[in-house]
């Protein structure tokens, strides 16, 4: 992936809201160390677990998901920023997603989530531990959620 693809305004703010909403929500850093507002997206799409977001849309799409967000759903950036984030689960699972969301969405953040989740292919992995938030400007106003999780196990159905 071209790494000049975080080096615009959007990417470099949506860093910093990623990181400044988690901490508000859940009173811990997203990183480690102090960077830089422009290193700051470099160092959340490389870290050594997954970070995904969408916007607030109606129908909200995906417009970040770090690399190993990218390997878990395998999918290339440039499909999964046009992802509507329902497609992160199956279809009898959606209307679940759809009430956990708009939770989460009243009550700012949600810890220790679990759930199932499929790739482009297919292929079914269960998230464990997940932190969901929104997403919120200075002035507290919402502009989509995030989620990050460290811990995932494939599914295998026979």
């Not at 860093?15 to 508000?24: D, F, R, T, V």
């Not at 830089?36 to 998901?65: K, M, Y």
Request: glycine letters at 6%; aromatic letters at 12%; charged letters at 25%.
């Amino acid at each position: 992936m071209d790494p000049d693809i975080f080096n615009n305004d959007f990417y470099i703010r949506h860093a910093q809201l990623l990181c400044s909403s988690y901490k508000h929500w859940t009173g811990k850093s997203l990183t480690v160390g102090n960077r830089e507002p422009d290193e700051l997206i470099t160092a959340l799409f490389e870290t050594p677990f997954a970070i995904v977001s969408h916007g607030s849309e109606s129908d909200p799409v995906f417009n970040f998901g770090n690399k190993v967000a990218l390997d878990l759903f395998e999918v290339e950036w440039e499909e999964f920023i046009q992802l509507p984030s329902r497609y992160s689960v199956e279809t009898t699972n959606r209307k679940q997603r759809e009430e956990l969301m708009q939770r989460v969405s009243n009550d700012g953040h949600m810890l220790d989530y679990s759930g199932v989740r499929i790739s482009a292919t297919g292929k079914r992995f269960k998230i464990e531990g997940a932190t969901i938030w929104n997403i919120i400007d200075g002035n507290g106003h919402y502009l989509g959620q995030a989620a990050m999780f460290k811990n995932w196990i494939a599914i295998n159905y026979t």
